[in-house]
C-alpha cells in the first residue's frame, strides 16, 4: 500500500524519519511529505493559505497515478490535512490515520491561538503548551525539535478549512491517540467522553461511519517520543 505521511505543524519530511523502518518493514510503500513553505526556516511562506497545504496532500496522491488508492496519514494539524484532501478525492482514500489528531469540520480553524510572528507561526515556548503535550518529550528531543522546527504560515493555522462532500464520512479512519488529560484513565477514554459529550473537538469524529481509536500514550509529538511503537501502529491500522 502507498502510504502519504503529512506532518503537523513546524514540521517537514525528516520527522518521519524514525517512523518509517516498521512501516516498510510490513511491506509498505511510504511517502513523507514536505508541505509548501515547510522545506526550511529560510523558505518563503508569504501567502502560503491552508488550501496551498490540502492542494499539496490532493498533488501528492495524483502524483501516485489516476487510479491509485492510498492510506494518508496526518499528524496533529496534518490530520485536517488529510480530512480535506479525502473530501477532494471521493473513492480513492482507503484510509485515514490521524496521529494525535481528530480530522477538522468546514469551516473550522486548526488553531488561531498561536503566536503569529511575522506573518508565520515559529515553535513557541514550550510553556505555551500543556503538560500533556510534552510527555516524554525530554531536553535532548526539545533541543533537537527547536533546532530542526521550521515556522509554519500563519493562514494555515488560522484559514477556514472547507469541505464539500460527504463522503468523506465514509473514509475508514484510525486515531492514535497519544496524549490525555488528567482525570482520564488514558487517550482513548478521553476521546470517547468527548464524543459523548458532543464536545466542539471530537464533532466532526463522531461523524464517521467507521472509526476506531488506538491508544499510544505519549506526549503529541509520538514520531519523536515513541517512533517504532508508531510506525507499528501505523502498519497495523493499515493491515486492518
Not at 56 to 80: F, I
Not at 130 to 147: K, W
Not at 213 to 237: C, E, Q, Y
Request: aromatic share 8%; hydrophobic share 45%.
Amino acid at each position: 500500500m502507498d502510504i502519504i505521511l503529512v506532518p503537523g505543524f513546524w514540521l517537514n519530511a525528516s520527522a518521519w524519519d524514525a517512523v518509517i523502518p516498521p512501516i516498510v518493514g510490513a511491506g509498505h510503500t511510504v511517502h513523507p511529505v514536505t508541505l509548501p513553505g515547510m522545506e526550511s526556516v529560510d523558505a518563503d511562506r508569504s501567502g502560503i493559505t491552508l488550501e496551498d497545504h490540502v492542494a499539496a496532500v490532493v498533488d501528492a496522491v495524483d502524483a501516485l497515478g489516476p487510479d491509485a488508492t492510498v492510506v494518508l496519514v496526518g499528524h496533529s494539524g496534518g490530520g485536517a490535512l488529510i480530512h480535506a484532501a479525502a473530501d477532494r478525492l471521493p473513492g480513492r482514500v482507503a484510509r485515514n490515520v490521524y496521529v494525535d489528531a481528530v480530522p477538522l469540520g468546514d469551516g473550522g480553524v486548526i488553531n488561531d491561538e498561536l503566536p503569529v510572528v511575522d506573518g508565520e507561526v515559529p515553535l513557541p515556548d514550550w510553556s505555551v503548551f500543556d503538560d500533556a503535550d510534552l510527555v516524554d518529550l525530554d531536553d535532548e528531543l526539545r533541543g533537537t525539535f527547536r533546532t530542526t522546527a521550521v515556522p509554519t504560515p500563519a493562514r494555515v493555522a488560522s484559514d477556514p478549512i472547507t469541505l464539500v462532500d460527504e463522503r468523506r464520512y465514509d473514509v475508514p479512519s484510525t486515531i492514535i491517540a497519544c496524549e490525555f488529560f488528567e482525570g482520564f484513565e488514558g487517550p482513548s477514554q478521553m476521546y470517547r467522553h468527548f464524543i459523548g459529550a458532543d464536545h466542539a473537538y471530537t464533532r466532526e469524529l463522531s461523524r464517521l461511519r467507521d472509526y476506531e481509536i488506538v491508544d499510544l500514550p505519549t506526549g503529541h509529538w509520538p514520531m519523536f517520543t515513541r517512533p517504532d511503537d508508531l510506525g507499528r501502529a501505523i502498519a497495523d491500522a493499515v493491515a486492518r
